[in-house]
């Protein structure tokens, strides 16, 4: 699968998308080592702080399914804005605890062009052991 199909998954979910309060929908479409592609949406509450970004709803599940670090190849994220939407820094850092550190992360704009960046790129210097 190619990083168009796969923001191609993370736009179709954005229908999914619970932001009431935002109104900033967000998709995210993880493809596994496997083949299998992974999505989620964000999900927001009332308690603002209680909401769960697109990017780690798909992790979750993936975790939840069964895999593993290391079975996770590419993420793609898309939104409804004009320009590229970035991960959020939370995302990031539960990115690091289970994409090894050349994951592809695929970017989108309004415009439909897809940026690369690799994980280690997008969360330099990261938090990733206690025993230092
Ligand atoms: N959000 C995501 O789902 N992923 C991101 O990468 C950035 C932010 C969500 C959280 C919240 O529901 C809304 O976008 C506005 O911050």
């Given at each position: ?32 080592k496997d ?36 079975d996770?190849e ?59």
């Amino acid at each position: 699968m190619n990083k168009e199909q796969l923001m191609t998954h993370a736009r179709a979910v954005l229908k999914h998308s619970y932001s009431p309060y935002s109104k900033f929908p967000v998709g995210a479409a993880i493809l596994m080592k496997d083949g299998t592609v992974i999505s989620g949406v964000n999900v927001e509450n009332v308690s603002f702080g209680a909401t769960n970004c697109a990017e780690r709803t798909a992790i979750f599940t993936a975790i939840t399914q069964g895999y593993q670090k290391g079975d996770f190849e590419a993420i793609a994220v898309a939104g409804e804005t004009e320009d590229f939407l970035p991960p959020c820094n939370i995302c990031r850092q539960v990115m690091v605890e289970f994409f090894a550190p050349t994951t592809p992360v695929y970017l989108t704009n309004g415009a439909g062009d897809i940026r690369e960046f690799l994980l280690k790129d997008i969360a330099p210097l990261a938090f990733t052991e206690l025993d230092m």
